[in-house]
């Protein structure tokens, strides 16, 4: 018989118990066996050392102790094998003994069994929940994504627009102001008279009173600033909308950053078209005089 591996001291007390058990000192041979179990801190000692008790008190004859010892070994391990190699004799009763710790275990083991089903399945649907999670999370991110950039075209758009309404502005206001601001012909000298000239001299016809143009380059200036201004106040009323409706706090704040920047630029508008209105209206006022001049009779 020879000692299977074990812990070292272990080891030692099996070795000198299996060389006691061949020279047939069966007692010195449990006794051996008894100061093993003091060292042994392993499960697999245990069962090895439970194992060669049952085999030497089966040869001493006593089956309800050596029946006690396979079965305390095959409680720790129900798969357990003899280590030597036995009379059928004591295998018959080794097997009857792991029948009958079967038996006793099976509800152990079924619940150990549910229990690790559980677990696995627990398992499993924390996988599902933690993959379903990470999925919603990119989700998120890619939504939210989408809203800046959704949002920094929108900025961009609104900024085109207003750059392109001031340019207009400016433009118009430059073109009205180049048309009040034409050349006037200065009237020719009147040719001396050297004689008696029996011509008769063409009449000349006043000129036409003309109109005044800067009452209307006011007008202009300021119904294309109150419509520009209306349409940014518009534009600010909806980031306002937009950014009471739920959401990204980044968002909601970005939208009411937009609608400040648009009521402000509205306000500016509106203003700049209150003012030229009443500009032009002084302008149409003080314009009202008659400076056409006079024709002169041919002499």
């Not at 009857?96 to 069994?113: F, G, H, N, T």
């Not at 009237?187 to 001299?201: E, K, M, Q």
């Amino acid at each position: 018989m020879s000692a299977p591996e074990g812990s070292p001291e272990v080891q030692r007390y099996l070795l000198s118990a299996s060389r006691l058990y061949e020279d047939l000192e069966y007692e010195r041979a449990l006794d051996q066996l008894a100061s093993a179990k003091r060292f042994a801190h392993r499960v697999e000692d245990d069962v090895t050392i439970a194992l060669y008790e049952g085999i030497i008190l089966a040869d001493l004859g006593k089956k309800e102790a050596s029946t006690a010892a396979f079965k305390a070994a095959l409680f720790l391990n129900p798969e357990a094998t003899l280590p030597v190699t036995v009379s059928p004799k004591v295998e018959r009763d080794f097997e009857a003994a792991r029948a009958d710790v079967r038996k006793e275990l099976a509800p152990i083991i079924a619940r150990q069994e549910a229990e690790k089903q559980r677990k696995e399945e627990e398992r499993r649907a924390a996988e599902l929940q933690a993959q379903a999670a990470e999925k919603q999370r990119k989700e998120e991110e890619e939504r939210h994504a989408a809203e800046l950039q959704a949002q920094a075209a929108e900025k961009q758009r609104q900024e085109e627009a207003r750059r392109a309404a001031e340019l207009k502005a400016q433009e118009e206001a430059e073109r009205l102001r180049s048309a009040n601001h034409r050349p006037v012909l200065e009237p020719a000298a009147p040719a001396i008279s050297t004689g008696p000239d029996l011509r008769v001299a063409p009449q000349v016809e006043a000129p036409r009173r003309s109109r005044p143009v800067l009452p209307f380059v006011l007008l202009g200036a300021g119904a294309l600033a109150g419509g520009a201004g209306g349409y940014f106040g518009i534009q600010s009323r909806s980031d306002t909308r937009s950014a009471r409706e739920p959401g990204f706090q980044s968002v909601r704040a970005d939208h009411l950053e937009s609608a400040r920047g648009n009521a402000l630029i509205a306000n500016v508008l509106l203003g700049t078209a209150t003012a030229a209105g009443i500009g032009a209206l002084i302008s149409f006022l003080s314009s009202g005089g008659d400076d056409a001049p006079t024709a002169e009779a041919a002499r």
